[in-house]
Structures are given as structure tokens and as C-alpha cells.
């Protein structure tokens, strides 16, 4: 089992940039792909990066694209977003989670077998 902790939330203005961190517990983060979800209020919740166990592979929705680079450090159990160039849009509660069974594409969150608790991103216009 996983236990996943996210922080590193808050309130930025437009054009600021957010660090999110994810600490995961147990001896087996290593073997699994994470990506990181966010949830606007009244939408649904969207994968916006992934990365493979191996942390050689990358993926990222268009909507985030050359501002957001997912990057995770097995060593130190930890998972991480570097947010940049942050827009309104991006205001969300952000969510870190882990799989073994997805594609080699974003994962959707049937895929997805354990979620942190969230930390909210507040982006001011």
C-alpha cells in the first residue's frame, strides 16, 4: 500500500510559478507510475501529467504544456509539479496519485489505485 501527501499549495498571481510536492510512505514507490490530476469546482477531475516508475517518460495534457514539468525523485519517495506561468485556469485542487496499469499516454483516475488528499492551487487574474 502507498500513502500520498501532497503540499506545497496556495495562492500565486497570474504569471507566478508553484512548486507541488508529493511524499509518498511505503518501499514501493519506485514500481509505480504517478501522475498528478486537478479538480476545478463544478468540473470534473483531469490528469494534467504523468511520469513512468523509471522517471524516464513524461506526459502532459495541452492545456499545461511547456508550463508544467512533472519530475520525481525515487530515492526520497517524492513526487513533484513545477508550475510556471500560471493562469486563472489553473486554479484547482491538485491531487498526486499512483498506478501500475496505464498506457504509455495520461492515466485516467479508474486507472489510478492510490490518491493523496489534495492541496489547493489558487491562481489570482
Known amino acids: 500500500q502507498v500513502q500520498l501527501v501532497e503540499s506545497g499549495g496556495g495562492l500565486v498571481q497570474a504569471g507566478g510559478s508553484l512548486r507541488l510536492s508529493c511524499a509518498a510512505s511505503?518501499?514501493?514507490?519506485?514500481?509505480?507510475?504517478m501522475a498528478w490530476f486537478r479538480q476545478a469546482p463544478g468540473k470534473g477531475r483531469e490528469s494534467v501529467a504523468g511520469i513512468r516508475w523509471s522517471g524516464g517518460i513524461t506526459y502532459y495534457a495541452d492545456s499545461v504544456k511547456g508550463r508544467f514539468t512533472i519530475s520525481r525523485d525515487n530515492a526520497k519517495n517524492t513526487l513533484f509539479l513545477q508550475m510556471n506561468s500560471l493562469l486563472a485556469e489553473d486554479t484547482a485542487v491538485y491531487y498526486c496519485a499512483a498506478g501500475r496499469n496505464w498506457g504509455m499516454r495520461l492515466p485516467f483516475s479508474y486507472e489510478c489505485d492510490y490518491w493523496g488528499q489534495g492541496t489547493q492551487v489558487t491562481v489570482s487574474s
Open positions: 511505503g518501499h514501493t514507490f519506485s514500481t509505480y507510475h
